[in-house]
């Protein structure tokens, strides 16, 4: 069943923004081409120059279940490994305060870190995966891929039978320890700083400091000081129930997901992938990048912290196997991308994917903040990422 191409409200037109219409209609084709070819359930992008939108997209079906659904402009989505930018802003913020610094030891916080094999790591490591923690599951192409979570139960039986006696806050504290337990064991992937492995769970570690350092839940802290500043009301962890029939699932987990609620007892907290969002609030959160920490006069970041990000934190070359890559100079920015597609690693312009099906990017240089989400149950669908990247640039005029 072919649906139609939805337009939401924008503020200029292309050509006021500088860019070609008929780009627009490529890439319109495109997606709907990906879409027939059951490579993507749906696709949508907004697109901002000068602070203003100009292009605002949605097509395909909204619900797996339902092939007539229909994907809005303003449908939510998970945004997945995007969550690491609000993550890294709360760092950022805290390090602004005095309440930490980037070459911490994680240690301070953790006397499991307070070992030989881990008291090197610093918060630096964790926002830039080069802490030596294992990878995300399925990082170095492994055919059984497996992450510390399954490993979890490891640390002693948890069945009422074998319990001890317990207060709440003793039971937290445990199966706290526990997770975190399980985040080290096995020996490090590499020492500290020496290799770029792309680790979630290390952001687990940052969101659990943030709590400790705040005395806030993580998801708390978010939404205090970056969700509710930024406007950014359809902004959720936990989506509220009346929005459920808004929010785009490609599969039974993502529908399921909806329903599942956080055990703030045993969970890490979701700092490496926990957010649900939409293209006008990740808009929102661009244009706070792009303006240089700040947003219809709320101040979120420094102008000196924001231009951090955007800085190759490996000067000095560090190789990444990145999914079978093998790069043997990787830039990275701290908790950042760097670059664009056909011109790579060009300064100023940072981004972060989240699981390669939506993006959040920031472009100085052309005063520029694309969105976009590419919600698909398939695998790896190069073209939709790395494509459609290249034709949003080439509308520059």
């Not at 940052?206 to 939404?223: C, E, F, H, K, W």
Request: aromatic share 12%; charged share 20%.
């Amino acid at each position: 069943m072919s649906l139609g191409i939805h337009h939401g409200l924008t503020d200029i037109s292309p050509s006021e923004a500088g860019y070609r219409e008929s780009t627009l209609q490529q890439l319109d084709t495109f997606l709907m081409g990906l879409i027939n070819e059951g490579k993507l359930q749906c696709a949508s992008y907004m697109l901002a120059r000068g602070g203003q939108t100009f292009a605002v997209r949605a097509l395909g079906a909204l619900r797996h279940t339902d092939p007539a659904s229909e994907l809005q402009p303003t449908s939510i989505r998970k945004i997945a490994s995007v969550t690491k930018w609000f993550t890294l802003v709360s760092i950022m913020r805290l390090m602004e305060e005095g309440k930490l610094y980037l070459t911490q030891p994680v240690k301070d916080w953790y006397p499991e870190f307070d070992h030989r094999h881990y008291e090197r790591i610093t918060i630096t490591h964790l926002l830039t995966h080069t802490s030596g923690l294992a990878p995300d599951p399925g990082y170095f192409t492994e055919p059984y891929p497996s992450g510390p979570w399954d490993i979890a139960f490891a640390f002693g039986d948890d069945s009422d039978a074998s319990k001890p006696e317990r207060t709440e806050a003793e039971d937290i504290a445990y199966r706290r320890s526990r997770w975190i337990k399980s985040v080290l064991a096995g020996p490090l992937v590499c020492q500290p700083g020496e290799n770029w492995n792309y680790s979630s769970t290390g952001f687990s570690i940052l969101g659990d400091i943030i709590s400790q350092i705040t005395g806030m839940s993580y998801n708390d802290y978010v939404r205090q000081t970056i969700l509710e500043p930024l406007g950014m009301h359809r902004t959720f962890f936990e989506v509220p129930e009346e929005l459920h029939h808004e929010v785009c699932t490609v599969d039974d987990w993502d529908l399921n997901r909806l329903t599942r609620t956080e055990d703030g007892g045993w969970s890490p907290p979701r700092a490496g992938g926990g957010l649900y969002s939409t293209l006008a609030d990740m808009n929102r959160f661009g244009l706070m990048m792009l303006n240089q920490g700040t947003y219809q006069g709320a101040r979120i970041l420094s102008r000196r912290s924001v231009e951090r990000l955007a800085q190759n934190q490996f000067s000095a070359g560090i190789p990444a196997f990145n999914w079978g890559d093998r790069l043997k100079d990787m830039p990275y920015g701290l908790s950042s991308q760097l670059g664009r597609v056909f011109d790579p690693f060009k300064s100023g312009t940072f981004y972060h994917e989240g699981a390669g099906r939506c993006a959040l990017m920031v472009d100085a240089e052309e005063d520029f903040v694309v969105s976009f989400f590419v919600p698909t149950a398939n695998g790896w669908v190069p073209e939709s990422i790395v494509s459609i990247k290249n034709m949003i640039w080439s509308g520059l005029q």
